[in-house]
């Protein structure tokens, strides 16, 4: 007689730079679950379908599931497009989005922990990143991960638009 047999393991999500062949899928992903969800005005859908624009400001990461990339995050460690960063010493991820088909499997985290790695690995001191009230799912992610609100640096982009901000101190391991 034998024991109980153990699961096969999910697969895990591997997470990589993206390429140009990846922005299509990006796009659609970014530009799908935004819309699909209702968390932007259809004007700013423009610069989420703008992959090619973010992918010169910002670096750009996929996870991967099967080779079929099913998650991507905009990395930013200098320049004008972390709008929320106070300075150098702060790096930010912007449009962390996960394919609604794979939620819960540790997409998400296994983006945001490479953008942790890679800040870290830059010398960012802090990772900060501003969110919209209604991504509830995300902020219990952030705030598993050490991220803590930071209510006195909340901003508006645009009037009517308001987004929440928290941190995370990167210490080195």
């Known amino acids: 007689m034998t024991g109980p047999v153990d699961p096969i393991p999910a697969a895990v999500p591997v997470v990589e730079p993206a390429t140009r062949a990846d922005f299509e899928r990006i796009r659609e992903l970014t530009v799908g679950v935004y819309r699909d969800e209702e968390l932007c005005s259809p004007e700013y859908l423009t610069s989420l379908g703008d992959v090619e624009g973010r992918s010169g400001r910002a670096e750009l990461l996929v996870a991967r599931l099967d080779g079929r990339v099913v998650g991507s995050v905009a990395l930013v460690l200098d320049g004008d497009f972390g709008e929320v960063t106070a300075g150098p010493a702060e ?4 449009m962390l989005v996960v ?25 960012k001191a802090t990772m900060v990143l501003s969110t ?35 941190a995370l101190e990167l210490s080195r391991p």
């Open 132 to 166: 919209d009230p209604r991504m509830t799912a995300a902020h219990r992610l952030y705030e598993r991960l050490g991220f803590r609100r930071l209510p006195e640096r909340d901003w508006s982009p645009v009037a009517g638009i308001d987004l929440l901000v928290y």
């Open 91 to 94: 790096a930010a991820f912007r």
């Open 99 to 123: 394919d609604r088909a794979v939620r819960g499997a540790g997409v998400g985290e296994v983006l945001v922990t490479a953008c942790l790695v890679r800040a870290r690995a830059a010398g």
